[in-house]
């Protein structure tokens, strides 16, 4: 499958875990429900990490567009 927006990289994430990662340097990975335009985005069975290492289980979870520095399959 070619990708020809960086949307369409997102869009083969969808359903799938992904790390996210914050300008405030924190960590997150979960399943990649939803995003939108403004690359907001959902997790669900979100968790966030310090140093890979499981800090606590949040669920749910939205973080705004604005704030992500990175989005990767995890």
């Known amino acids: 499958m070619e990708l020809a927006r ?7 994430a969808r359903d799938k875990k992904v790390i996210v990662e ?3 340097g924190k960590q997150f990975t979960g399943m990649l429900k939803a995003f939108d335009i403004h690359i907001n985005v959902v997790l669900e069975e979100a968790e966030e990490r310090v140093e890979g290492e499981l800090k ?6 939205f973080i705004r567009g604005d704030t992500i520095i990175l989005i990767s399959p995890a």
């Open 56 to 61: 606590r289980k949040l669920g749910v979870l």
């Open 6 to 12: 960086p949307l369409d990289a997102l869009n083969r």
């Open 22 to 24: 914050l300008k405030n």
